[in-house]
């Protein structure tokens, strides 16, 4: 009975967790939110949340993973966040081929501001989606991922629920084609996710601040 009790507790925090982090999304989208600033604060806060929470709940500290050599985890998870980015931009060029659509490439060099701008923009957007990366993945694939395994679903299961949820809270105001490019690239994080084990913070959020390193320049 403790047992059941502890893990029903444990799924109370979760719900109660996601509640706050989807008012607090509501609410930045409702005020229309658009500096980086308010995204990195929120990001950052988001992480060390996370990794309370799982300390917490599953006695287990992200920013001490049992991988004995973390820099190789960095290093690989570079390694497939490019390979991640070259798939979905790849795909990202022929479906704007098919459709028509236009693409901009390297769009930060067409800005017409001073370079001071640029340089401020560029640095502020880095901040943002390496907090984002980080954070996102301490959230997602490894928090989210042990409490709905924790309620019971099969692995499969929690890949598929995950990034349809990841999917669908990034830019579903621009199209239904990035939500889709999106779930891609949420399911190659999760299939490393699957892969590497709960260990795999550093490499999954290494993979993920790649990916969104090369999106920043290039599309």
């Known amino acids: 009975m403790p047992k059941e009790k502890n893990r029903t507790g444990r799924l109370e925090n979760f719900a109660l967790f996601v509640i706050v982090f989807a008012l607090i999304l509501g609410v930045m989208t409702l005020l229309q939110v658009q500096r980086a600033a308010p995204y990195i604060i929120v990001n950052i806060c988001l992480l060390l949340a996370s990794r309370a ?55 930060w060099l067409a800005a017409d501001a001073a370079i001071e701008h640029i340089v401020l923009s560029l640095g502020l957007n880095l901040l943002m989606r390496c907090a984002a990366s980080y954070a996102e993945e301490a959230f997602w694939r490894q928090y989210c991922w042990r409490a ?51 260990g795999s913070f550093l490499l999954t959020g290494s993979a993920h601040f790649v990916f969104n390193l090369l999106e920043l320049f290039i599309m």
Do not use: C, N
């Open 148 to 198: 709905l395994e924790d309620a019971g679903l099969p692995r499969v299961a929690v890949l598929l629920v995950i990034t349809l949820i990841f999917a669908l809270g990034h830019k579903p105001r621009i199209s239904w084609i990035s939500v889709v490019l999106i779930g891609l690239t949420g399911i190659g994080l999760g299939l490393l996710r699957m892969k590497y084990g709960e």
């Open 53 to 107: 929470m799982l300390k917490s709940d599953y006695g287990v500290d992200i920013f001490r993973p049992s991988e004995t050599r973390p820099g190789r985890q960095l290093l690989l998870g570079a390694a497939y966040g490019t390979l991640i980015f070259l798939q979905v931009f790849l795909l990202t060029l022929l479906i704007t081929e098919l459709l028509s659509i236009p693409l901009r490439l390297f769009p």
